[in-house]
């Protein structure tokens, strides 16, 4: 919808490209907060959004327009923050970083590699983890209770991977890293946030739960597996997300706002040192078959 309103949409040059990405990034908070009351307009009718305010920052924004400019606080504030600015990049290999960076590979318009990056991000193995952690969690607090023994937690782990337990997809969401094995130092930082803002809300004996929960996991997983397990970011950004009452609906819209950055920076790297197309190599490693000329079939 945005290519519409650019007028010069498909200038890829450096400067555009920057031009045109900051301009996107502004909107987005806006268009996510109208998106999202559009969405629920039948079950909300006595909220009405209010307006970007340019002497807000972006989490401040979101949280203005999602509840109110008087209904959120500034520890609050600075934990959305903190969650946007972890979450803005993790190096061009993730999926959906990758995806915009072959899609800009061709030369085409930035609304065409980023709405490529957001169909990639949509995916549970990528974006959607968080809330898969968060739904996961409040299943293991139903059927454990806030204190339960160290017994407990590994009987409901060892029924998750065996497909007996909550999804019966045998994963056990927020665990594991394909690049952090030992610690995921963004987890470490959201954890710390998490727990102030917890005891801010009363909510400290769930964090305590999740923590008891991370502890015996990765001893668990390592006694099963005999590699090192750590928590990923996806582990705690679901309760931080429900700490600060944000939505469902919003948790991956979030987290493509605080992407777009990375995004758009290695949009512009790729254009500034690669500049050429990208086609990964594939190779067939299937059974090969003798021709049968068509008049012999």
């Known amino acids: 919808m945005l290519y519409e309103y650019d007028d010069d949409p498909d200038n890829y040059g450096i400067d555009n490209t920057l031009l045109e990405g900051l301009n996107i990034l502004a909107k987005l908070p806006a268009i996510v907060a109208y998106s999202y009351y559009g969405m629920m307009a039948d079950k909300k009718e006595n909220f ?120 019966k997809s045998g994963l056990l969401y927020g665990f594991g890293h394909a690049i952090y094995t030992i610690s995921d130092p963004r987890a470490v930082i959201l954890a710390d946030y998490c727990r102030e803002l917890a005891a801010k809300e009363n909510q400290s004996l769930k964090y305590e739960f999740y923590r008891q929960f991370e502890t015996v996991a990765c001893k668990h997983l390592k006694s099963i597996k005999g590699n090192n397990f750590c928590v990923n970011l996806d582990f705690y950004s679901g309760m931080a997300y429900e700490l600060l009452a944000i939505p469902n609906e919003l948790y991956l819209p979030i987290f493509a706002i605080s992407r777009t950055i990375g995004w758009i920076a290695h949009n512009l790297e790729n254009k500034l040192y690669c500049n050429k197309i990208i086609r990964p190599a594939s190779r067939y490693v299937g059974e090969y078959y003798k021709y049968t000329d068509l008049k012999e079939r």
């Open 48 to 167: 009405q959004p209010g307006t970007p305010n340019s002497k807000l920052s972006i989490a401040e924004n979101l949280l203005a327009l999602i509840r109110g400019e008087n209904g959120y606080s500034l520890k609050e504030a600075v934990l959305l923050d903190v969650i946007m600015s972890i979450h803005a990049d993790h190096g061009g290999g993730n999926n959906s970083t990758f995806t915009n960076i072959v899609v800009s590979s061709t030369d085409t318009d930035l609304y065409s590699c980023l709405s490529a990056a957001v169909g990639s991000l949509k995916g549970p193995r990528h974006g959607g983890a968080n809330e898969k952690v968060k739904t996961m969690m409040n299943d293991a607090l139903t059927n454990l209770g806030y204190r339960p023994t160290e017994a407990m937690i590994i009987e409901y782990i060892d029924k998750i991977l065996a497909k007996q337990a909550f999804d």
